[in-house]
């Protein structure tokens, strides 16, 4: 199984994803649990200048090109192979982000970035992606460090950026499953666990 979490930040996808690769290691499974941008000495890197504030503004292409050069570099060396090995494959953020921050939150046109994200992945689509949703106010209410570059874009960036997740999520409806992702972590992991077993 390859499982994509995405959501905007302090939706909380990932203590999601913890929870799912616990139930999956009580079943006896190996899942690969990584996250974009990073797990990649590359992608690591990348992701330090791309969240730290002193970075300062860049345009949304500046954005869609590095978080996709750090996905394919992480597709290549680390998904497929696991996959291949016959591991699942646990994804905190997957190429859904670059559309719904880039493209949805920026104004980075969405058919152009759709277009570069199959290409960068050879087309490797999640068998499922898990959306907890919430609003901008509870996400905002929840993140208690201060904020990253991507944090400090503000309210009604993140608006913009739930609207174009659910968006995809509709658009897809077979492959995504949306959560209330305001209940509680095991109310939301026991709902998130129905998905996964259900596409097993
Ligand atoms: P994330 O790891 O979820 O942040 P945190 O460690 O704070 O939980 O994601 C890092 C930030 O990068 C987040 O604000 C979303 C953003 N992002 C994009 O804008 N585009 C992308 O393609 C990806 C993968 C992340």
Do not use: N
Not at 21 to 37: K, M, Q, S, Y
Not at 68 to 74: D, G, Q, W, Y
């Amino acid at each position: 199984m390859f499982i994509a979490f995405e959501g905007i930040d302090g939706c909380g996808k990932s203590t999601l994803l913890q929870l799912i690769a616990e139930r999956l290691r009580a079943e006896g499974r190996d899942p690969l649990c990584v996250r974009e941008p990073g797990s990649t000495p590359l992608g690591e890197r990348v992701r330090e200048a791309l969240l730290d504030p002193a970075t300062g503004e860049l345009t949304a292409w500046t954005e869609v090109c590095l978080f996709t050069a750090c996905r394919a570099e992480m597709v290549w060396t680390q998904i497929r192979p696991a996959l291949d090995a016959g591991r699942d494959v646990l994804l905190d953020r997957y190429f859904y982000s670059t559309l719904a921050y880039q493209a949805y939150g920026q104004g980075a046109d969405l058919e152009a970035t759709w277009k570069l994200q199959l290409e960068a992945v050879e087309g490797l689509l999640p068998d499922l992606v898990l959306l907890p949703d919430v609003t901008e106010e509870v996400a905002t209410a929840r993140r208690r460090d201060g904020d990253d570059r991507m944090e400090a874009k503000g309210r009604d960036f993140l608006a913009r950026v739930r609207v174009g997740f659910m968006e995809l999520a509709r658009k897809d409806a077979e492959r995504w499953c949306v959560l209330d992702g305001a209940a509680a972590p095991e109310v939301v992991a026991a709902a998130g666990w129905d998905a996964v077993t259900a596409k097993m």
